[in-house]
């Protein structure tokens, strides 16, 4: 899989689609929480495979972290370890903006993913869009 920063609004749609399919479609997120007022500070990311894309996130720097958000794979596509190319992308393009930390919310089903990618959970869990969640941080 290629990652890439979003440069193009062809690049953004195509971010924007997988999103929608993983979240809204496959999740049921409601799609007014999927995409919200945040976009537009955040540094946007797509995966393409063969062309296609099949994984997005984004990423924003929120109170001295590199906050990771919105990581997705099309359900097709995963066990090839695009989540973990991409977020170690996202992390790579963060340390070289010179930030040292990390924090996500990560669905409790993706806990022990995160955590085989050294996230440690600091927070109980909690309830976003209707999915139980938990706080998760790594030293960058």
Not at 5 to 13: H, R, Y
Not at 49 to 62: P, T
Not at 126 to 136: E, L, Q, R, S
């Amino acid at each position: 899989m290629e990652v890439k920063v979003v440069k193009s609004e062809e690049e953004l749609q195509d971010a924007y689609k997988v999103r929608s399919v993983v979240f809204v479609e496959e999740q049921g997120v409601p799609e007014e929480l999927e995409i919200d007022e945040l976009e537009k500070e955040a540094i946007h990311f797509i995966g393409y495979d063969n062309g296609d894309s099949v994984a997005a996130s984004r990423m924003r720097f929120v109170g001295g972290y590199a906050k990771m958000e919105r990581i997705c794979v099309l359900k097709s596509q995963r066990g090839k370890s695009f989540g973990k190319d991409i977020l170690l992308f996202m992390e790579d393009k963060a340390k070289e903006k010179g930030i040292k930390k990390s924090k996500l919310n990560a669905q409790t089903q993706a806990e022990k993913f995160y955590q085989s990618l050294g996230y440690e959970t600091i927070s109980g869990e909690f309830m976003d869009a209707g999915i139980p969640h938990v706080t998760m941080t790594k030293s960058l």
